[in-house]
T-cell receptor, first 113, second 116 residues
Framework: EADIYQTPRYLVIGTGKKITLECSQT?????MYWYQQDPGMELHLIHY???????EKGDLSSESTVSRIRTEHFPLTLESARPSHTSQYLC????????????FGPGTRLLVL | GNSVTQMEGPVTLSEEAFLTINCTYT??????LFWYVQYPGEGLQLLLK?????DKGSNKGFEATYRKETTSFHLEKGSVQVSDSAVYFC???????????????FGKGTHLIIQP
């Protein structure tokens, strides 16, 4: 059973607000990821991290930013939310470069009005 | 670059029917292959995986065999249940020498609906 948590599960906010989506894992995994899942179900990698103080942009350009100050925590921030940011955001982690299996959190469903 | 192609849905079957969801991939090296399942309102769960050619992954009655010659990883189940209704994602992960995998490359997902 994977122990990876995301909060909030659902969020409705107005345009221009700053938001932070939280992701935590208790497995001690080095690598963590953020995916954006559009209404058509397709997933796109937007950020990843190899470990503390490491952050990289993924395949899909995103206006969000991430930080990795602690191994277990990988928050995603939107400085000024817009309706185009409405989506589901999924966080995942994997143990190492050798073990490629990723474990996913339950997701945060964001609606920007 | 890497890519994964899977059959478009929705796929609608009756309970106890045989299931096949096709998945083919393009990769430059020797990827690991995965099937993930997403139930309504939840994140993705690993269903099964295979890390080298001719490996068969299996779990909960589902199976998939890594076929290098046809670059395929089709998902099968002999008798589906209503509880199998979900979205299924085929994915690959390719580790490059000197670095780790940079995330999974996913197919677009196949929505499976099982009717009683």
């Amino acid at each position: 059973e994977a122990d990876i948590y995301q909060t909030p599960r659902y969020l409705v906010i107005g345009t221009g607000k700053k938001i932070t989506l939280e992701c935590s894992q208790t497995m001690g995994h080095d690598k963590m990821y953020w995916y954006q899942q559009d209404p058509g179900m397709e997933l796109h990698l937007i950020h990843y991290s190899y470990g503390v103080n490491s952050t990289e942009k993924g395949d899909l350009s995103s206006e969000s930013t991430v930080s990795r100050i602690r191994t277990e925590h990988f928050p995603l921030t939107l400085e000024s939310a817009r309706p185009s940011h409405t989506s589901q955001y999924l966080c995942a982690s994997s143990e190492s470069e050798v073990e490629e299996t990723q474990y996913f959190g339950p997701g945060t469903r964001l609606l920007v009005l | 670059g890497n890519s994964v192609t899977q059959m478009e849905g929705p796929v609608t079957l009756s309970e106890e029917a045989f299931l096949t969801i096709n998945c083919t991939y393009t990769a430059t090296g020797y990827p690991s292959l995965f099937w993930y399942v997403q139930y309504p309102g939840e994140g993705l769960q690993l269903l099964l995986k295979a890390t080298k050619a001719d490996d068969k992954g299996s779990n909960k009655g589902f199976e998939a065999t890594y076929r290098k010659e046809t670059t395929s990883f089709h998902l099968e189940k002999g008798s589906v249940q209503v509880s199998d209704s979900a979205v299924y994602f085929c994915a690959l992960s390719e580790s490059y020498s000197g670095g780790g995998a940079d995330g999974l490359t996913f197919g677009k997902g196949t929505h499976l609906i099982i009717q009683p």
